[in-house]
């Protein structure tokens, strides 16, 4: 399956915002190379639409996912209960930290599962509840 995807580049550790067209493989292997380098950043669509886009950013075993449907339209996707609601955990959103609240945190493996489901169908919305920012 062909995607679009950005990410953070492995050898500087800074987000890539040039969009790479290939097999959902390429994108699994980049983000694997992260995960062995402990965070990363990865943005990916379907290579027929400019939306909806998906994103995982990640830091260490806690990732957060937010949905761009539209221009201007972003969501953050629930958290599954990995960290308490009251802890914030920081993870990096293209190369700076943001801090988030439990209530959006979720298990890197997850995340990632998630992500992939988006790959294959297309389909944010099955994910999860989502909270529109």
């Known amino acids: ?20 067209r290939s097999e959902a493989k390429d994108l699994a292997d980049r983000f694997n ?9 990865v943005e990916v669509r ?3 639409r400019d939306f909806p886009v998906l994103t995982l950013a990640f830091r260490d075993d806690h990732a957060v996912v937010h949905l761009m449907s539209d221009t201007g339209r972003m969501s953050l996707l629930a958290g599954d209960g990995t960290v308490p609601s009251s802890v914030e955990v920081e993870v990096p959103v293209m190369d700076d930290l943001a801090a988030f609240t439990g209530d959006f945190v979720l298990d890197v493996d997850r995340a990632w599962n998630l992500m992939h489901d988006f790959m294959r169908t297309r389909a944010a919305e099955p994910l999860g509840e989502w909270r529109e920012l």
């Not at 399956?1 to 790479?20: I, K, L, N, Q």
């Not at 190379?33 to 950043?41: A, C, F, K, T, V």
């Open 1 to 20: 399956m062909s995607v679009v995807w950005a990410a953070t580049s492995p050898e500087s550790g800074r987000f890539h915002p040039v969009e790479r």
């Open 33 to 41: 190379d992260l995960r062995s380098r402990g965070q990363g950043y």
């Open 46 to 48: 379907s290579p027929n």
